[in-house]
């Protein structure tokens, strides 16, 4: 799992378990768990990379390990933090759950449109000039509410969009790909840019909500 840019930490639950500590080996604790956050795994069981982390000389390192292991289950090949595990499979839950959210919305959305022959072009050629284009109407006669040179969305399509991706600028980020549908994508792709935006904007939402700010400091001794 990738790293976040935020860890939690309950200052109380924190203050209960580590208050016997010296100031030194709670600057060490702290570097050590947040590197397992970092790493999302467990620590080598090797001394000389474990007092790289902490900053120490392996004398020092030496003098304060007991202090700090008691907070740790020591393996073979590894420092284990059961409580930080239980933090890294919540958040690795959490983005699973946003994604899978994300891409149930995307599939009930597809089965909803209609086919291409059903659909009325977004184009007629004027009788002035091949090369001029003007957008025709949607059904209904509503207005697009994103009308980029690839992209079109009707109201109803934008607002499953921007209720199955709620982490995400979504307008921004359809400008962003209409732009690369127009300029870099295959005909391939454009003809299928509904489903392949859909996915782009899946991924997206899945970036967001493992980064999505909680609150900065809320837990872990």
């Known amino acids: 799992m990738a790293a976040l840019p935020y ?84 958040v690795e839950a959490k983005s699973l759950k946003c ?36 957008v025709t109407p949607p059904k209904g006669g509503q207005p697009y509410v994103f009308d980029g040179q690839v992209i079109r969305l009707q109201r109803r399509e934008y607002e499953a969009w921007k209720k199955a991706y709620p982490d995400i600028d979504l307008m921004a980020s359809l400008q962003s790909r209409d732009d690369w549908l127009a300029t870099e994508a295959d005909e391939k792709t454009q003809k299928r840019w509904f489903m392949s935006t859909s996915n782009h904007l899946a991924n997206l939402q899945s970036k967001a909500s493992a980064t999505d700010r909680e609150p900065v400091w809320d837990g872990m001794p």
């Open 7 to 90: 860890m939690p930490l309950y200052v109380a639950d924190y203050l209960a378990d580590a208050a016997h500590l010296t100031t030194i080996e709670h600057g060490a604790y702290l570097l050590l768990i947040m590197n397992y956050w970092q790493r999302g795994e467990p620590l080598p069981n090797d001394d000389a990379r474990l007092a790289r982390i902490v900053r120490m000389t392996k004398r020092e390192w030496a003098r304060h390990r007991e202090a700090l292991s008691e907070f740790f289950e020591i393996e073979k090949t590894s420092w284990k933090h059961g409580r930080i595990d239980a933090e890294l499979a919540r």
């Open 99 to 134: 994604k899978r959210a994300g891409q149930a919305s995307v599939k009930r959305r597809l089965s909803e449109r209609p086919t291409d022959d059903e659909q009325t072009p977004n184009h007629t050629d004027t009788d002035t000039s091949k090369e001029e284009k003007k």
